[in-house]
């Protein structure tokens, strides 16, 4: 079946620096993608709709200058949680559209930032 | 306002014991409803998609269902290796317009 991949599957980053998650669909091109947060025993909270070739859609309350999207190709988004502080820390998961309509989703990213 | 919500919020069985999973949505259009199951600390594992009232599709030991304001998800007799977090999602018709999660129901099953 389709795979969605996340890479790293956890990272740990001193406060003030970058970190970078890479989201790769392996068998479909996947036009549009999705990042969502997950805190412990909640629901994914969607941060961003990440379109390839053009900027992505934010939802409210998610800092666009803090956490960079990037849809360079079909098979490949990015999100760089930039000057990452202790309360960035939390499961990142992206998501990507199958051209028959199915989403399918990665296997997250841990984050924690110390 | 676009909503989707799931019950019960934990749910435990013994094994063999069959029962459903509740899923209701006020949407403004549904395009489609996606069930999803996720283990602790990993990424949601896609089950079905549903997309019109009447439909249903099963997988092992679920079967998921859909009518024009709520899904089921029905495990028969589950074994312990069901116990997880079961998702329910739905896709709006706006084209691009993610999912939409409710907050789950936690399946425990006990041998």
């Known amino acids: 079946g389709a795979v969605v991949s996340q890479h790293p599957s956890w990272v740990i980053c001193k406060s003030g620096t970058s970190v970078k998650i890479e989201c790769r669909s392996l068998?479909?091109?996947?036009?549009?993608m999705f990042w969502y947060r997950q805190f412990p025993k909640q629901s994914l909270m969607l941060m961003a709709t990440?379109?390839?070739?053009?900027?992505?859609?934010?939802e409210q309350g998610v800092e666009k200058d803090k956490f960079l999207i990037n849809h360079a190709s079909l098979t490949l988004s990015t999100l760089t949680v930039t000057s990452a502080h202790p309360e960035d820390s939390s499961f990142y998961i992206c998501?990507?559209?199958?051209?028959?309509?199915?989403?399918?989703f990665g296997e997250g990213s841990w984050l924690t930032v110390v | 306002e676009d909503q989707v919500t799931q019950s019960p919020e934990a749910l435990r069985l013994q094994e063999g014991e069959s029962s459903s999973l509740n899923c209701s949505y006020t949407?403004?259009?549904?395009?489609?409803l996606f069930w999803y199951r996720q283990d602790p600390g990993k990424g949601p594992e896609f089950l079905f998609t549903?997309?019109?009232a009447g439909e249903e599709k099963e997988k092992e030991r679920l079967k998921a269902t859909l009518t024009k304001k709520e899904s089921f998800l029905h495990i028969t007799a589950p074994k312990p290796e069901d116990s997880a977090t079961y998702l329910c999602a739905v896709v709006l018709n706006q084209a691009g317009t993610a999912l939409i999660f409710g907050k789950g129901t936690t399946l425990s099953v006990s041998s």
């Open positions: 549903l997309y019109s």
């Open positions: 949407v403004s259009g549904l395009r489609g």
């Open positions: 068998d479909f091109q996947a036009t549009t």
């Open positions: 998501s990507a559209r199958a051209p028959g309509g199915a989403i399918y």
């Open positions: 990440s379109n390839e070739g053009s900027k992505a859609t934010y």
